[in-house]
């Protein structure tokens, strides 16, 4: 009986040392090349939103946004790519020029697959009825980015902005 006892014991030991020798670690630190790459491409993939709004294309700011997954705060709802399309749409219709730069970004990148955008934007907007509205570098992007199949797209947010400055043109 001791010497199944301890064939067991041995048994078990080696399937433990197993276990653990084919369990995967942690993987490597990101190297600082690769997180510089990643927050490259964040910031370009942000700057979308940008070009997206420069041109008064309501579908390619919403580009920047999963088109399910998203979970951007707008305007007191919450929104994903998809869906975000028309109330920005009718938004822009209401706009001749929107002209707006990241005058500070920031990105914290947590896994090869997982990063944080903040940007802060000056914008200048002339609506159709000549009114000039001017956020002075106080419009705040807040984006979570997940990398997917089509690249790095945003799945949650918020945008805040500080107090703006108009001017009648009209």
């Known amino acids: 009986m001791k010497g199944l006892?301890?064939?067991?014991?041995?048994?078990?030991?080696?399937?433990?040392?197993?276990?653990?020798?084919?369990?995967?670690?942690?993987?490597p630190?990101?190297?600082?090349a690769e997180k510089a790459q990643?927050?490259?491409?964040?910031?370009?993939?942000?700057?979308?939103?940008?070009?997206?709004?420069r041109?008064?294309?309501a579908e390619a700011v919403a580009e920047v946004f999963h088109p399910t997954e998203s979970g951007f705060a707008w305007g007191g709802k919450i929104y994903n790519g998809t869906d975000i399309v028309e109330p920005l749409a009718a938004r822009l219709a209401n706009r001749v020029l929107?002209?707006?730069?990241w005058v500070d970004t920031r990105v914290k990148v947590f896994t090869r697959d997982l990063a944080m955008f903040q940007g802060i934007a000056d914008v200048t907007i002339e609506e159709t009825d000549g009114d000039v509205l001017h956020y002075p570098g106080n419009l705040i992007f807040t984006l979570l980015?997940?990398?997917?199949?089509?690249?790095?797209?945003?799945?949650?947010?918020?945008?805040?902005s500080g107090p703006y400055e108009t001017a009648d043109q009209g």
């Open 38 to 53: 990643i927050q490259a491409e964040i910031v370009d993939v942000a700057t979308g939103i940008n070009r997206g709004f």
């Open 98 to 101: 929107d002209d707006r730069e």
């Open 5 to 27: 006892i301890t064939v067991l014991a041995v048994l078990v030991v080696f399937a433990l040392a197993f276990f653990l020798y084919r369990t995967p670690t942690a993987p």
């Open 55 to 57: 041109a008064l294309d």
């Open 29 to 32: 630190e990101m190297a600082a």
């Open 145 to 160: 980015f997940e990398r997917t199949a089509d690249g790095w797209k945003s799945t949650s947010g918020a945008i805040t």
